[in-house]
């Protein structure tokens, strides 16, 4: 049975989206020239998204630089904190409240804008 306002989702998915995020993460700054990623907002509009630092966060946190993590983008933590419960912990089936998705990236969204002056 379905409910409203939740989001059921698939744990092996997540575990294995996770697992390339952490890979990413250790992978990215030991490749030459060190590739990173572009936001499309900010790059046409100068505005950051909710996510923009996300990356450098992940890499910053699985070598344990957890407040040049933070600067970047603290909801990075959380990410790698929830793919390593994900991974370690292996759960059947996950249930999450929408509302609190939608905060999660208000609160990214408003962090962001004030870390590039917006706000």
């Given amino acids: 049975m379905r409910q409203a306002g939740i ?3 698939d744990p092996r998915e997540l575990r294995a989206a996770g697992a390339a995020m952490l890979g990413a993460g250790f992978l990215l ?6 590739p990173s990623f572009v936001c499309p907002l900010r790059a046409a509009t100068g505005v950051p998204c909710p996510l923009c630092g996300l990356s450098t966060s992940v890499e910053e ?18 990410l790698v904190a929830v793919a390593l419960a994900l991974l370690v912990l292996r759960p059947r ?12 990236l208000a609160a990214s969204w408003l962090f962001e804008l004030h870390r590039f002056s917006i706000i």
């Fill in 7 to 9: 989001a059921s989702l």
């Fill in 61 to 78: 946190t699985v070598r344990l630089h957890l407040r040049q993590a933070a600067e970047a983008n603290p909801f990075g933590l959380v």
């Fill in 93 to 104: 089936r996950l249930h999450l409240p929408l509302p609190a998705l939608y905060l999660v």
């Fill in 29 to 34: 700054p030991v490749l030459p020239g060190h």
